[in-house]
């Protein structure tokens, strides 16, 4: 699991897209990832950035406040890569809502 990398989550009979967040070292070495949720239905915003993957897919919207821990085995496949500008997007609002 790379930083980048969106994965589908299966939880309790539901699936939805997360991406990955973590340091690749930091996810090597525990159970769990670092991720943030994807949303298709809400609107963006300097802390919620729209993404696309490295085709230029929009694939939604990295809740980026939502940031958290889940276990490894809930993310089942691996559906995209974030392009290049929306890996910047998302590491400027990581800074914001985390004030670093």
């Known amino acids: 699991m790379k930083r ?8 309790i009979g539901q699936e939805n897209k997360v991406l990955v ?29 729209a993404v696309s993957d490295e085709s230029g897919n929009r694939l939604g919207v990295a809740q980026i406040p939502r940031v958290g821990e889940v276990d490894k085995s809930y993310l089942t496949e691996r559906v995209a890569t974030l392009a290049p500008e929306s890996v910047e997007l998302v590491d400027m609002s990581l800074r914001v809502a985390l004030a670093l």
């Not at 973590?22 to 802390?47: C, H």
């Open 4 to 11: 980048g990398d969106v994965w589908i989550r299966y939880r």
């Open 21 to 49: 967040v973590g340091a690749e070292g930091l996810t090597a070495q525990r159970k769990g990832v670092l991720v943030v949720p994807i949303s298709d239905v809400i609107d963006s915003d300097v802390i919620q950035p």
